[in-house]
């Protein structure tokens, strides 16, 4: 089991801004895809962005120009700058990394080998 652990979570007014990040354990190896999900109550959980290890990005249609997802290679570490919250956003996001081959990019749910915990985002009105 890998540990990804997360940061950043919390509450904002709509408008705001927020910015997660993920660390990867410095004893794996680079992963070869990266990604945040997130689950809101009573729906399924969705790619929000995603970053292969070459530096090619994903963004669901709803985050697009609002989400950034960045990578540094040499910190193994994943961060999601989150600007323009609405309500919507609100969810549980999760860390999401896919170590062994499967095909290219980590959109899928069963593309991902190992998950963060989450962490709660709450965007008030």
């Known amino acids: 089991q890998v540990e990804l652990v997360e940061s950043g979570g919390g509450s904002v007014q709509a408008g705001g801004s927020l910015t997660l990040s993920c660390a990867v354990p410095?004893?794996?190896?680079?992963?070869?895809?990266m990604g945040w999900f997130r689950q809101a109550p009573g729906k399924e959980r969705e790619a929000v962005a995603t970053i292969e290890r070459r530096g090619k990005t994903t963004y669901a249609d709803s985050v697009k120009g609002r989400f950034t997802i960045s990578q540094d290679n040499a910190k193994n570490t994943l961060d999601l700058q989150m600007n323009a919250l609405k309500p919507a956003d609100t969810a549980v996001y999760y860390c999401?990394?896919?170590?062994?081959?499967?095909?290219?990019?980590?959109?899928?749910?069963?593309?991902?080998?190992?998950w963060g915990k989450g962490t709660l985002i709450t965007i008030s009105s």
């Open positions: 410095s004893y794996r190896s680079r992963p070869n895809c």
């Open positions: 999401a990394a896919q170590f062994w081959w499967k095909r290219r990019g980590c959109t899928d749910i069963g593309d991902v080998d190992y």
